[in-house]
């Protein structure tokens, strides 16, 4: 079946620098990509999402780009923090078929301070 | 506070014994989910509901029911838990089902021996 998936389980970054976090995705018929990011104890909380005829979308530190002829997905974290430290989850999301989300298994980001 | 809540956040139970997982949120949203999250699967949903009375599966719906009586609720219910329903799971919501910032709760971790 589709799936989400992301090139690295773990990433760990200093302080200060920038982070890249790399999502594949195969289902072509997916209309928003989505990214969540997951504290310790805590329920995922969006941060950014982007739509399938766009290849790039800026947010505060944080930009995701699509890369459509790849089926790749990244979001782009500046000056990483360490209250940026967390597990990063990208989804996809289809809006026929009851608009299901599907996520992808997550990385760990470890900022070093 | 805007916020889903969930209950109990910690259960322990033995194989048949029936069980309900609660879950209520007080923004108005239309869309409300269930996922279970286990390591290296991402979060995977259960059952979702678009509206009131309207309720469909997700990609692991077995061994799970729900219902969708008013608007800010959505329990989970398990007739007859298994091990293999042993997870962290999380309820979320959207103010429409094809929104794509879920709010998620904060999560119940269920231990089923």
């Known amino acids: 079946g589709e799936s989400v998936g992301l090139h690295l389980p773990t990433l760990s970054v200093q302080e200060g620098d920038n982070s890249i976090i790399n999502c594949a995705y195969s289902?072509?018929?997916?209309?928003?990509f989505i990214w969540y990011k997951q504290e310790s104890g805590k329920g995922p909380q969006f941060i950014i999402d982007?739509?399938?005829?766009?290849d790039k979308r800026q947010g505060q530190r944080v930009t995701v780009l699509l890369n459509k002829t790849v089926k790749h997905l990244s979001l782009q974290i500046a000056a990483t923090q360490p209250g940026d430290s967390a597990v990063y989850f990208c989804?996809?999301?289809?809006?026929?078929?009851?608009?299901?989300?599907?996520f992808g298994a997550g990385t760990r980001l470890f900022v070093k301070a | 506070e805007a916020q889903v809540t969930q209950n109990p956040r910690y259960l322990i139970t033995v194989t048949g014994k029936k069980l309900t997982v609660t879950c209520s949120q007080n923004?108005?949203?239309?869309?409300m989910s269930w996922y279970r999250q286990d390591p290296g699967l991402g979060l995977r949903q259960i059952y979702y509901?678009?509206?009131?009375?309207?309720?469909d599966k997700g990609d692991v719906p077995e061994g799970y029911k729900v219902s969708r009586k008013e608007k800010r609720n959505f329990p989970l219910i398990l007739e007859s838990p298994s091990p293999n329903q042993t997870s962290l799971y999380f309820c979320?919501?959207?103010?429409?089902?094809?929104?794509?910032?879920?709010?998620f709760g904060p999560g119940t971790r269920l231990t089923v021996l």
């Open positions: 923004m108005n949203h239309e869309y």
């Open positions: 982007i739509r399938s005829n766009m």
């Open positions: 509901s678009m509206n009131v009375e309207v309720t």
């Open positions: 989804a996809e999301k289809e809006s026929g078929g009851g608009f299901k989300t599907i």
């Open positions: 289902n072509s018929a997916s209309d928003y």
């Open positions: 979320a919501s959207s103010l429409l089902a094809g929104g794509n910032e879920q709010f």
